[in-house]
Protein backbone atom coordinates (compact mmCIF):
# COMPACT_ATOMS: atom_id res chain seq x y z
CA UNK A 1 0.00 0.00 0.00
CA UNK A 2 2.98 2.47 0.91
CA UNK A 3 4.56 1.39 -1.69
CA UNK A 4 1.76 2.70 -4.02
CA UNK A 5 1.18 5.90 -2.35
CA UNK A 6 4.61 6.54 -2.65
CA UNK A 7 5.13 6.00 -6.72
CA UNK A 8 5.47 9.10 -8.60
CA UNK A 9 2.67 10.39 -10.53
CA UNK A 10 3.12 9.92 -14.36
CA UNK A 11 3.60 12.99 -16.31
CA UNK A 12 0.59 13.56 -18.50
CA UNK A 13 2.02 15.74 -21.57
CA UNK A 14 -1.02 15.47 -23.08
CA UNK A 15 -3.10 17.23 -20.21
CA UNK A 16 -0.64 19.63 -19.65
CA UNK A 17 -0.74 21.02 -22.99
CA UNK A 18 -4.18 20.80 -23.30
CA UNK A 19 -4.59 22.75 -20.07
CA UNK A 20 -1.63 25.36 -20.46
CA UNK A 21 -0.50 25.40 -23.69
CA UNK A 22 -3.01 28.87 -24.46
CA UNK A 23 -0.96 30.69 -22.03
CA UNK A 24 1.90 29.60 -23.22
CA UNK A 25 1.45 30.68 -27.06
CA UNK A 26 -0.19 33.92 -25.63
CA UNK A 27 3.31 34.40 -23.46
CA UNK A 28 5.38 33.48 -26.43
CA UNK A 29 3.29 35.91 -28.54
CA UNK A 30 3.86 38.62 -25.70
CA UNK A 31 7.74 38.21 -25.70
CA UNK A 32 7.91 37.94 -29.76
CA UNK A 33 6.33 41.06 -30.59
CA UNK A 34 8.47 42.85 -27.42
CA UNK A 35 11.05 41.83 -29.41
CA UNK A 36 9.88 42.92 -32.85
CA UNK A 37 8.72 46.42 -31.84
CA UNK A 38 9.86 48.72 -28.87
CA UNK A 39 6.24 50.16 -28.80
CA UNK A 40 4.22 46.95 -28.00
CA UNK A 41 5.19 46.82 -24.04
CA UNK A 42 3.79 50.26 -23.36
CA UNK A 43 1.38 50.55 -20.56
CA UNK A 44 -0.94 52.82 -23.60
CA UNK A 45 -0.78 50.12 -26.31
CA UNK A 46 -1.68 47.10 -23.49
CA UNK A 47 -4.34 48.94 -22.43
CA UNK A 48 -5.17 49.47 -26.10
CA UNK A 49 -4.97 45.92 -26.85
CA UNK A 50 -7.62 45.46 -23.87
CA UNK A 51 -9.97 48.14 -24.99
CA UNK A 52 -10.01 46.72 -28.34
CA UNK A 53 -10.49 43.21 -27.35
CA UNK A 54 -13.91 43.88 -25.36
CA UNK A 55 -15.95 44.22 -27.61
CA UNK A 56 -15.00 40.57 -29.50
CA UNK A 57 -14.83 39.30 -25.84
CA UNK A 58 -18.15 40.41 -24.69
CA UNK A 59 -19.82 38.68 -28.21
CA UNK A 60 -17.34 35.58 -27.37
CA UNK A 61 -19.28 35.06 -23.92
CA UNK A 62 -22.44 34.19 -25.70
CA UNK A 63 -20.82 32.52 -28.17
CA UNK A 64 -19.09 30.36 -26.01
CA UNK A 65 -22.15 29.53 -24.15
CA UNK A 66 -23.78 28.60 -27.26
CA UNK A 67 -21.01 25.90 -28.48
CA UNK A 68 -20.92 24.30 -25.53
CA UNK A 69 -24.51 23.28 -25.99
CA UNK A 70 -23.03 21.87 -29.86
CA UNK A 71 -24.92 24.65 -31.66
CA UNK A 72 -23.44 28.18 -33.33
CA UNK A 73 -24.78 31.30 -34.09
CA UNK A 74 -23.76 33.22 -36.75
CA UNK A 75 -26.17 35.53 -36.27
CA UNK A 76 -24.32 37.46 -33.77
CA UNK A 77 -23.22 40.40 -36.32
CA UNK A 78 -26.63 41.30 -37.80
CA UNK A 79 -28.09 41.38 -34.59
CA UNK A 80 -26.19 43.68 -33.32
CA UNK A 81 -26.60 45.82 -36.15
CA UNK A 82 -30.50 45.53 -36.00
CA UNK A 83 -30.10 46.16 -32.28
CA UNK A 84 -27.95 48.80 -31.94
CA UNK A 85 -29.02 50.95 -34.91
CA UNK A 86 -32.90 50.87 -33.45
CA UNK A 87 -31.48 51.66 -29.91
CA UNK A 88 -29.26 54.81 -31.08
CA UNK A 89 -32.13 55.80 -33.42
CA UNK A 90 -34.84 56.22 -30.07
CA UNK A 91 -32.14 58.31 -28.75
CA UNK A 92 -31.93 60.33 -31.56
CA UNK A 93 -35.82 60.81 -31.47
CA UNK A 94 -35.50 61.92 -27.81
CA UNK A 95 -36.54 58.98 -26.17
CA UNK A 96 -34.64 58.32 -22.60
CA UNK A 97 -31.16 56.71 -23.00
CA UNK A 98 -32.38 54.20 -20.23
CA UNK A 99 -35.25 53.22 -22.29
CA UNK A 100 -33.54 53.16 -25.60
CA UNK A 101 -30.72 50.80 -24.17
CA UNK A 102 -33.33 48.67 -22.87
CA UNK A 103 -34.83 48.42 -26.38
CA UNK A 104 -31.70 47.38 -27.79
CA UNK A 105 -31.08 44.72 -25.21
CA UNK A 106 -34.64 43.55 -25.95
CA UNK A 107 -34.33 43.24 -29.41
CA UNK A 108 -31.10 41.06 -29.49
CA UNK A 109 -32.42 39.28 -26.77
CA UNK A 110 -35.44 38.35 -28.33
CA UNK A 111 -34.10 37.97 -31.91
CA UNK A 112 -31.92 35.19 -30.18
CA UNK A 113 -35.37 33.26 -28.52
CA UNK A 114 -36.29 33.61 -32.62
CA UNK A 115 -33.28 32.10 -33.11
CA UNK A 116 -33.81 29.35 -30.13
CA UNK A 117 -37.29 28.20 -31.57
CA UNK A 118 -36.50 27.97 -34.92
CA UNK A 119 -33.93 25.18 -33.65
CA UNK A 120 -35.95 23.54 -31.02
CA UNK A 121 -39.58 23.86 -32.68
CA UNK A 122 -39.06 23.77 -36.10
CA UNK A 123 -36.20 21.29 -36.18
CA UNK A 124 -33.82 23.58 -38.03
CA UNK A 125 -29.87 23.00 -37.96
CA UNK A 126 -28.38 25.87 -35.98
CA UNK A 127 -25.98 26.38 -38.48
CA UNK A 128 -29.09 26.66 -40.79
CA UNK A 129 -31.12 28.92 -38.46
CA UNK A 130 -28.76 31.59 -37.60
CA UNK A 131 -27.44 31.99 -40.94
CA UNK A 132 -30.97 32.65 -41.82
CA UNK A 133 -31.42 35.53 -38.60
CA UNK A 134 -27.87 36.99 -40.35
CA UNK A 135 -29.61 38.05 -43.49
CA UNK A 136 -33.05 38.81 -42.43
CA UNK A 137 -31.63 40.89 -39.63
CA UNK A 138 -28.98 42.55 -41.67
CA UNK A 139 -31.26 43.48 -44.38
CA UNK A 140 -33.91 44.76 -41.32
CA UNK A 141 -31.23 47.06 -40.54
CA UNK A 142 -30.54 48.58 -43.87
CA UNK A 143 -34.35 48.82 -44.47
CA UNK A 144 -34.92 50.77 -41.41
CA UNK A 145 -31.61 53.19 -41.66
CA UNK A 146 -31.62 53.18 -45.31
CA UNK A 147 -28.19 52.80 -45.54
CA UNK A 148 -27.81 56.32 -43.74
CA UNK A 149 -25.39 56.49 -40.20
CA UNK A 150 -27.09 57.24 -36.77
CA UNK A 151 -24.66 60.15 -35.37
CA UNK A 152 -24.65 63.10 -32.35
CA UNK A 153 -25.63 60.49 -29.61
CA UNK A 154 -26.91 61.46 -25.99
CA UNK A 155 -23.21 62.11 -23.83
CA UNK A 156 -24.62 60.30 -20.77
CA UNK A 157 -24.97 56.95 -23.76
CA UNK A 158 -21.25 57.71 -24.62
CA UNK A 159 -19.46 57.37 -21.63
CA UNK A 160 -20.30 53.96 -21.83
CA UNK A 161 -17.53 53.92 -24.23
CA UNK A 162 -15.60 56.08 -23.52
CA UNK A 163 -15.52 56.67 -19.64
CA UNK A 164 -13.05 55.74 -17.22
CA UNK A 165 -12.95 54.81 -13.91
CA UNK A 166 -10.05 54.76 -11.80
CA UNK A 167 -8.04 54.84 -14.67
CA UNK A 168 -9.63 51.76 -16.33
CA UNK A 169 -11.91 52.01 -19.46
CA UNK A 170 -15.70 51.93 -18.95
CA UNK A 171 -15.66 49.30 -21.94
CA UNK A 172 -12.87 46.72 -20.09
CA UNK A 173 -14.80 47.16 -16.82
CA UNK A 174 -18.22 45.86 -18.65
CA UNK A 175 -16.50 43.60 -20.70
CA UNK A 176 -14.55 41.65 -16.95
CA UNK A 177 -17.94 41.84 -15.81
CA UNK A 178 -19.82 40.08 -18.34
CA UNK A 179 -16.79 37.50 -18.33
CA UNK A 180 -17.74 36.96 -14.46
CA UNK A 181 -21.41 36.70 -14.59
CA UNK A 182 -21.08 34.08 -17.57
CA UNK A 183 -18.00 32.39 -15.37
CA UNK A 184 -20.96 32.38 -12.41
CA UNK A 185 -23.56 31.13 -14.42
CA UNK A 186 -21.54 27.91 -15.99
CA UNK A 187 -19.98 27.30 -12.55
CA UNK A 188 -21.94 27.70 -9.89
CA UNK A 189 -25.57 27.59 -11.17
CA UNK A 190 -27.39 24.21 -12.21
CA UNK A 191 -28.43 26.06 -15.54
CA UNK A 192 -24.74 25.45 -16.47
CA UNK A 193 -24.36 22.11 -15.33
CA UNK A 194 -27.54 21.46 -17.43
CA UNK A 195 -25.57 23.29 -20.24
CA UNK A 196 -22.52 21.05 -20.36
CA UNK A 197 -24.44 18.16 -19.94
CA UNK A 198 -26.91 19.19 -23.19
CA UNK A 199 -23.69 19.94 -24.94
CA UNK A 200 -21.79 16.58 -23.80
CA UNK A 201 -25.20 13.96 -24.93
CA UNK A 202 -27.94 15.66 -25.27
CA UNK A 203 -30.09 12.18 -25.24
CA UNK A 204 -28.44 11.87 -21.62
CA UNK A 205 -29.13 15.11 -20.43
CA UNK A 206 -32.96 14.64 -21.71
CA UNK A 207 -33.35 11.21 -19.59
CA UNK A 208 -31.95 13.15 -16.71
CA UNK A 209 -34.95 15.49 -16.81
CA UNK A 210 -32.84 18.31 -18.68
CA UNK A 211 -35.20 20.65 -20.11
CA UNK A 212 -33.44 20.37 -23.58
CA UNK A 213 -35.47 23.14 -25.91
CA UNK A 214 -35.60 25.64 -23.01
CA UNK A 215 -32.10 25.23 -22.18
CA UNK A 216 -31.51 26.10 -26.16
CA UNK A 217 -33.84 28.92 -26.47
CA UNK A 218 -31.90 30.46 -23.17
CA UNK A 219 -28.21 30.08 -24.24
CA UNK A 220 -29.41 31.91 -27.89
CA UNK A 221 -31.21 34.84 -26.29
CA UNK A 222 -27.86 35.02 -24.09
CA UNK A 223 -26.14 35.25 -27.16
CA UNK A 224 -28.41 37.97 -28.35
CA UNK A 225 -28.51 39.55 -25.34
CA UNK A 226 -23.88 39.57 -25.44
CA UNK A 227 -24.40 41.47 -29.11
CA UNK A 228 -26.70 43.70 -28.48
CA UNK A 229 -24.33 45.20 -25.04
CA UNK A 230 -21.23 44.51 -27.41
CA UNK A 231 -22.81 46.83 -29.94
CA UNK A 232 -24.15 49.37 -27.37
CA UNK A 233 -20.21 49.78 -25.84
CA UNK A 234 -19.29 49.68 -29.64
CA UNK A 235 -21.56 52.72 -30.60
CA UNK A 236 -20.82 54.74 -27.52
CA UNK A 237 -17.50 54.65 -28.60
CA UNK A 238 -17.83 55.42 -31.64
CA UNK A 239 -20.63 57.63 -31.23
CA UNK A 240 -22.18 56.37 -34.61
CA UNK A 241 -24.54 53.60 -35.81
CA UNK A 242 -23.42 52.09 -39.27
CA UNK A 243 -26.08 49.92 -41.15
CA UNK A 244 -23.06 47.68 -41.67
CA UNK A 245 -21.91 47.37 -38.13
CA UNK A 246 -21.21 44.26 -36.93
CA UNK A 247 -20.08 42.54 -40.04
CA UNK A 248 -17.78 39.57 -39.92
CA UNK A 249 -18.10 39.82 -35.65
CA UNK A 250 -19.17 36.36 -35.91
CA UNK A 251 -16.12 34.48 -37.36
CA UNK A 252 -14.21 36.63 -34.50
CA UNK A 253 -16.25 35.82 -31.62
CA UNK A 254 -16.01 32.40 -33.10
CA UNK A 255 -12.41 32.72 -33.74
CA UNK A 256 -11.73 33.39 -30.04
CA UNK A 257 -14.18 30.49 -28.92
CA UNK A 258 -12.13 27.92 -30.87
CA UNK A 259 -8.68 29.45 -30.36
CA UNK A 260 -9.40 29.68 -26.05
CA UNK A 261 -10.25 25.73 -26.36
CA UNK A 262 -13.95 25.21 -26.11
CA UNK A 263 -14.79 22.23 -28.17
CA UNK A 264 -17.05 22.41 -31.04
CA UNK A 265 -18.76 19.18 -29.92
CA UNK A 266 -20.21 20.78 -27.38
CA UNK A 267 -19.62 19.86 -23.85
CA UNK A 268 -16.46 20.90 -22.99
CA UNK A 269 -14.61 24.27 -22.56
CA UNK A 270 -14.92 27.62 -20.92
CA UNK A 271 -14.59 31.31 -20.15
CA UNK A 272 -11.10 31.57 -19.01
CA UNK A 273 -10.53 30.12 -22.38
CA UNK A 274 -12.30 32.31 -24.42
CA UNK A 275 -10.63 35.52 -22.84
CA UNK A 276 -7.55 34.15 -23.27
CA UNK A 277 -9.18 33.65 -26.96
CA UNK A 278 -9.97 36.95 -27.68
CA UNK A 279 -6.89 38.32 -26.14
CA UNK A 280 -4.41 36.28 -27.86
CA UNK A 281 -6.77 37.63 -31.51
CA UNK A 282 -6.41 40.78 -30.63
CA UNK A 283 -2.49 41.10 -29.46
CA UNK A 284 -2.06 39.55 -32.76
CA UNK A 285 -4.15 42.27 -34.45
CA UNK A 286 -2.28 44.59 -32.40
CA UNK A 287 1.33 43.69 -33.08
CA UNK A 288 0.70 43.18 -37.24
CA UNK A 289 -0.47 46.64 -37.17
CA UNK A 290 2.25 48.01 -35.19
CA UNK A 291 4.67 46.32 -37.65
CA UNK A 292 2.84 47.88 -40.36
CA UNK A 293 1.94 44.04 -41.90
CA UNK A 294 -0.99 45.13 -44.38
CA UNK A 295 -4.98 44.13 -44.15
CA UNK A 296 -5.40 41.92 -46.22
CA UNK A 297 -2.44 39.72 -44.56
CA UNK A 298 -4.39 39.73 -40.98
CA UNK A 299 -6.91 37.94 -42.29
CA UNK A 300 -4.51 35.22 -43.72
CA UNK A 301 -2.46 35.21 -40.68
CA UNK A 302 -5.86 34.73 -38.29
CA UNK A 303 -6.96 31.63 -40.16
CA UNK A 304 -3.71 30.01 -40.29
CA UNK A 305 -3.72 30.71 -36.27
CA UNK A 306 -7.63 29.06 -35.95
CA UNK A 307 -6.25 26.46 -38.26
CA UNK A 308 -3.58 25.69 -35.99
CA UNK A 309 -5.73 25.84 -32.83
CA UNK A 310 -7.88 23.08 -34.39
CA UNK A 311 -4.92 21.08 -35.23
CA UNK A 312 -3.71 21.11 -31.28
CA UNK A 313 -7.23 20.72 -30.19
CA UNK A 314 -7.27 17.42 -32.19
CA UNK A 315 -3.64 16.09 -31.60
CA UNK A 316 -3.89 16.86 -27.72
CA UNK A 317 -7.64 15.69 -27.45
CA UNK A 318 -8.51 12.03 -25.71
CA UNK A 319 -8.94 9.42 -28.19
CA UNK A 320 -12.26 9.06 -27.37
CA UNK A 321 -13.36 12.27 -28.15
Known sequence: MSQVASRPVAFDRRAFFQRFGLVFSFLLLMIALSLLSERFLTPANLMNVLRQATINGIVSVGMTIVILTGGIDLSVGSVLALSVTVGASLMKQGTPVGLAVASALGIGTLLGVINGLMITRAKIPPFIATLGMLTVARGLTLLYTQGQPITGLPATFRWIGTGVVAGIPMPVILSLAVFALGWVFLSRTKYGAQIYLLGDNPTAAR??????????VLVYAISGFCAALAGLVLVARLDS????????????AIAAVVVGGTSFSGG????????????????????????????????????????????LYKVFSPPSK
Open 207 to 216: LAGVPVDRMT
Open 241 to 252: AQPIIGQGYEFN
Open 268 to 311: EGGLAGTLLGALLIETLNNGLNLLNVSPLWEQVVKGVVIALALL
